[in-house]
Nanobody, 127 residues
């Protein structure tokens, strides 16, 4: 069983919105920080938004004010609401969990602190 599964990607025009979902399983994950990462072709994977087990959140500067991460622990689901989308938001988006802080997760190379990964969902924004 795959512990982390993303959904909700798609193609929208610039200025539009998408909501990504991540269904996760396993008692261990409930105590981990979780985050959304993205990787565009030829670029390094980057942390977009992350949430600690206590609900604290952190965001990459490039998405602050546009993206919102949230978590429904009762339903074991992580969300990423993406508004005012830009062509530069185009990427494969991944959900991940790990024993790191949300602040570290969105810092440079923050992906190294995450240990459980989904397979990703593609987001394409056209101008």
């Amino acid at each position: 069983e795959v512990p982390v599964v993303e959904s909700g990607g798609g193609s929208v025009q610039a200025g539009g919105s998408l909501r990504l979902s991540c269904a996760y399983s396993g008692d261990t994950i409930s105590s981990y920080s979780m985050g959304w990462f993205r990787q565009a072709p030829g670029k390094e994977r980057e942390g977009v938004a992350a949430i600690d087990s206590d609900g604290s959140t952190n965001y990459a500067d490039s998405v602050k004010g546009r993206f919102t991460i949230s978590q429904d622990k009762a339903d074991n689901t992580l969300f990423l609401q993406m508004n005012s989308l830009k062509p530069e938001d185009t990427a494969m988006y991944y959900c991940a969990a790990g024993q790191t802080s949300s602040r570290a997760a969105v810092a440079r190379r923050g992906y190294t602190g995450m240990s459980l990964w989904g397979k990703g969902t593609l987001v394409t924004i056209s101008s």
